[in-house]
Structures are given as structure tokens and as C-alpha cells.
């Protein structure tokens, strides 16, 4: 395997929302199918519903007659609606339900709400998820009072643990995104607790990425005042890059080569990894040495081993002979997962070609210590033979003693 400078591929984007307005329709006239209602004439709006909706091997065909069916449904068709989804045997699925639960909330949203929370205590389903949404581009600020209040009620410590977290808060700033209505940024910005507001922002940078134009998202992050741009352009680059890493690289270089927001590789090089880590390296070895670039190599080394561990230790074997300097960190995570492999010695072999001295010696001070805890006499053995110093050897033996 070669490493060559240049990022390789591209992710077509894909639009979901035309897709979710016919599932729904699908969704939730299929409970009914499920459940017997077909065999009376259920009516929504007068109109009776035609059972050959449902009929027909092809799928897009079949959503494209359902579609207008729920478009126009109105509030006084929720009797009907609902008596299709909760008849549905053995009972719908987590999509069907959210996206009912988004039409009824467009309607009466504490009313769909309290049916969610119910939903979601018998099934374990997330439901309440499409009724934030669907409130939130309607009326963000009694969307994000009932989620607030609604983790308060779960549990008062969660809504200090970071609420952040929360999928229902998480689904208001899709929600209240999607409506443009104002006070969104403000309020995230002006969150006092840096983690909750870090947090909040990565929401946004997500969102905006999937629903706007990544350019013109990363020029509106740049464009923030300084001490909120410091945080929210890495988080625009991480949305990027998990879509389009190519994209990400190419609005991000022009700050990398400034040096401006250190962390920009790390965090490109890392999402890129999930997909095509051997491209991320290689765009990595093209960058500048230094720390930021270290850094970025073992992160990106990290992800690609947790995710794919038989193509990255392949990967990695073809390198131990030359050794690049700038993929060193990479295959020091190499020699310490052959440990763990239980190949010590190979893992050692490696680490003792590596020729960053800490480093060297870090690798092969964990690889010793977790052979010797196994089986201290082979390890033992191994020192012996080998020529390390006396500090190398004390640090190697540490807790040994302890199994």
C-alpha cells in the first residue's frame, strides 16, 4: 500500500425530506392495512380510501399514490389516523411512528406529545422526537420549554449532565433550524456552560450541513464573531467531512496553511477515516510536520483500527520495513494492537524500528508490561536478550509483581 498526498472520492449527497413525506403516508396507511381497517371504509376528509393504495410491486409507485393522501389530511382526519396506527399488528415501526407523530404535532403538539410520551413508555421507541421537530419550526420557544421540562421530569440530574444530549432537544434545533424563525444562534451562543455550548453547536453545524450548501455554511461560521468562530468552524468541518471530505479539505486548507484552527485536520482526517482512511493518510502526509499533524495521524490511525482492524493491521504490515516518519504514530498503534494480539515479540520488532526515541520507548514499555503481567518469564526472557537501559527495564517490570 502506497501513501500518496491527495484526498480520493466523494459522497454523493442524498435529500431525505421528499423521501420522509411519502414514508409517512406509507407509514401509516399500511398500520391499517396490518390491523383489518381495510375491510370497512374508512374516510379521511369525506374522501374514502382506496385499498389498491397499498397494491403493486413497485415501491416508488406505490409511495407516489400515497403521498397526496397524507398531504391532505386535515386535523378532524386524526380520529381515523390514529385508529390505523395504534391497530397495527404487530405494531409499527419507530419511522412510522415518529412521522405520524410529526403530522399530528403540526396539528395539536401537546396533545401528540402526551400520546408520544406514552408511545415511547410501552416501546422504548424514541416517538416524542418527531413531535419536537415538528413544534419547533412552528413555535421553537414552547417546543424547547417542553423538552427542558420533559428531561427535569425523566430526571433533574440529566438536565445538568448536559442537555445537549437529549434527542428531544436535539430535534427542536433541527425543528426550529428548518423554520428560520430567529433566536436559534442566540441561544446557543449565549448557553453558559462551554460543554453544553459545544455541544449545542455541533447539533447546529450538523444540521446546516445536511440541509444547506457546506460553502455557504462555512463562510456564515467564519464570518461569526472570533470567540464564537474558534468553536464553530472545527464543528463545520466535522459536518463537512462527514459528508464530503473532499469538500471539507478544500475549504479548509486555505486556514490550515495560515495555521488557524489547529485542530482542523484532526478532525477532517478522522470523519474521512470512516470511509476511506487510506485517502485521509495520505492527504496527511502532504501536510506540514509538526505537532498538528502527529496528532492528526494517530487519531486518524485510531479510527481506522476501531473500524475496519483487519484492513488497518494489513495496512500497517506493508509499511514496517521503510517506516515513513510522518506515519510513525500510526504504526506505534500498530505495535502496541499486536500485543494485544498476543504477538508481543512482533509488536516489540516493530516498536524498536520506530525512530522517534519517546516514542520507541513508550511502545515498547507497554508492550513489556502487558506480556510481562501475562507471562512474565517469556518477557523476562525477551530483556535479556535485548539491550535496554536500566530506566527502560524498571518501567517495563512495574506491576508485574501485582497478578
Known amino acids: 500500500m502506497r501513501?500518496?498526498?491527495g484526498p480520493e472520492g466523494r459522497q454523493r449527497r442524498s435529500d431525505g425530506r421528499a423521501v420522509a413525506t411519502v414514508v409517512v403516508a406509507l407509514a401509516?396507511?399500511?398500520a391499517g392495512l396490518s390491523g383489518g381497517y381495510w375491510g370497512r371504509r374508512l374516510e379521511t376528509s369525506g374522501r374514502p380510501l382506496d385499498p389498491s393504495l397499498l397494491e403493486g410491486p413497485d415501491l416508488i409507485e406505490r409511495l407516489a399514490r400515497l403521498a397526496p393522501v397524507l398531504a391532505s389530511a386535515a386535523p378532524s382526519d386524526l380520529d381515523a389516523l390514529r385508529t390505523l396506527v395504534e391497530a397495527f399488528t404487530p405494531g409499527p415501526q419507530e419511522a412510522e411512528l415518529i412521522l405520524f407523530a410529526d403530522w399530528w404535532a403540526r396539528h395539536d403538539p401537546r396533545s401528540a406529545l402526551t400520546w408520544a410520551q406514552r408511545v415511547e413508555r410501552d416501546t422504548g421507541l424514541p416517538i416524542s422526537m418527531g413531535v419536537f421537530r415538528a413544534w419547533a419550526r412552528a413555535d421553537p420557544d414552547a417546543a424547547l420549554a417542553a423538552a427542558l421540562?420533559?428531561?427535569?421530569?425523566?430526571?433533574?440530574?440529566?438536565?445538568q449532565a448536559g442537555t445537549w444530549q437529549d434527542p428531544g432537544v436535539q430535534a427542536v434545533i433541527v425543528g426550529w433550524d428548518e423554520s428560520g424563525r430567529p433566536g436559534l444562534e442566540q441561544w446557543i451562543f449565549e448557553t453558559a456552560d462551554p460543554l453544553e455550548r459545544q455541544g449545542l453547536m455541533a447539533h447546529l453545524a450538523r444540521q446546516r450541513v445536511a440541509m444547506r450548501d457546506a460553502e455557504a455554511v462555512w463562510r456564515w461560521a467564519l464570518d461569526l464573531p472570533a470567540s464564537i468562530a474558534k468553536d464553530m468552524v472545527p464543528r463545520v468541518a466535522s459536518a463537512v467531512a462527514s459528508r464530503d471530505p473532499e469538500t471539507a479539505v478544500r475549504l479548509a486548507t486555505p486556514m490550515i496553511e495560515r495555521r488557524a484552527f489547529p485542530d482542523l485536520p484532526g478532525r477532517i482526517a478522522t470523519r474521512w477515516a470512516r470511509r476511506d482512511p487510506a485517502s485521509a493518510l495520505r492527504w496527511l502526509s502532504g501536510l506540514p510536520e509538526g505537532n498538528v499533524r502527529r496528532d492528526a495521524v494517530l487519531e486518524t490511525a485510531r479510527t481506522w483500527l476501531s473500524t475496519d482492524r483487519v484492513g488497518f493491521m494489513g495496512a500497517m504490515r506493508a509499511q514496517v520495513e521503510t517506516i515513513p516518519l510522518w506515519l510513525e504514530p500510526a504504526l506505534e498503534l500498530y505495535a502496541r494492537a499486536l500485543g494485544r494480539e498476543g504477538r508481543p515479540e512482533e509488536g516489540l520488532a516493530?516498536?524498536?524500528?520506530?525512530?522517534?526515541?519517546?516514542?520507541r520507548d513508550y511502545a515498547t514499555t507497554v508492550l513489556l508490561r502487558s506480556w510481562g503481567h501475562d507471562d512474565p518469564q517469556a518477557a523476562e526472557r525477551w530483556m535479556e536478550a535485548h539491550d535496554l537501559s536500566p530506566d527502560l527495564r524498571r518501567r517495563a517490570r512495574h506491576g508485574w509483581s501485582e497478578r
Open 3 to 5: 501513501f500518496r498526498a
Open 28 to 30: 401509516v396507511f399500511a
Open 149 to 159: 421540562a420533559t428531561i427535569t421530569a425523566r430526571d433533574p440530574r440529566l438536565a
Open 350 to 359: 516493530t516498536a524498536s524500528r520506530l525512530h522517534d526515541e519517546h516514542r
